[in-house]
């Protein structure tokens, strides 16, 4: 069973403005499991857009950031265009060493 | 510039062994974390292990026992040695550093088959 949910699909218009969820099965999401959220393309390499919650990575642009809202961790995604159409995955720190992904969104921009 | 270079991978039949190597530059391997991220045709990422600057490793349950992480200092190169190797460990093989995985190298194919 999947620890760190995500939404498996989601769709957004051209323009128009989308927030992605990263949680937990049990319990809430907070700073303090660093969540970094990721991008990729079908057959590239994921490419890390937010990490520490909120942090960009050089170069993204600030249509991009990231939050907690409630009890997930979240990705806004401002303004959005063709290229945004993607995979985007989060990734929380759980303590102990581990690291874990979540199953990923698949964002449509139609 | 920060650059990762992954290499290592190919076909290996169930049982077999596997060295994948992830070449850094831009930075010393040793001032930070250093992951393996997997993944399998058609699904999400799966966090494989780590090494942290100091040297201590951490590795998915999935993994445990079976992959180990090592680096090369004089190299700058990080390893991880894959095991017993069976089919659902067939993935593209993802080398990233710093914290939050900030930067991904290209991968490398490891295919697990008979």
């Known amino acids: 069973q999947t620890v760190v949910t995500q939404e498996p699909s989601f769709s957004v218009s051209p323009g128009g403005t989308v927030t992605l969820t990263c949680g937990l099965r049990s319990g809430s999401v907070s700073d303090s499991y660093y969540p970094s959220w990721s991008q990729q393309t079908p057959g590239q390499a994921p490419r890390t857009l937010i990490y520490n919650t909120n942090t960009r990575s050089s170069g993204v642009p600030d249509r991009f950031s990231g939050s907690i809202l409630g009890n997930k961790a979240a990705l806004t995604i401002t303004g959005a265009q063709a290229d945004d159409e993607s995979d985007y995955y989060c990734?929380?720190?759980?303590?102990?060493?581990?690291?874990?992904f979540g199953g990923g969104t698949k964002l449509t921009v139609l | 510039e920060v650059q990762l270079v992954e290499s290592g991978g190919g076909l290996v039949q169930p049982g077999g062994s596997l060295r994948l190597s992830c070449a850094a530059s831009g930075f010393t391997v040793t001032k930070n974390y250093m992951f393996w991220v997997r993944q399998a045709p058609g699904k999400g990422l799966e966090w494989v292990s780590v090494?942290?600057?100091?040297?201590?490793?951490s590795y998915a349950d999935s993994v445990k026992g079976r992959f180990t992480i090592s680096r090369d200092n004089s190299k700058n190169t990080v390893f991880l040695q894959l095991n017993s190797l069976r089919a659902e460990d067939t993935a593209v093989y993802y080398c990233?550093?710093?914290?939050?995985?900030?930067?991904w190298g290209q991968g490398t194919l490891v295919s697990v088959s008979s």
């Open positions: 090494i942290y600057g100091g040297g201590s490793t």
């Open positions: 990233a550093t710093d914290w939050g995985f900030v930067y």
């Open positions: 990734v929380l720190y759980m303590g102990g060493g581990i690291w874990v």
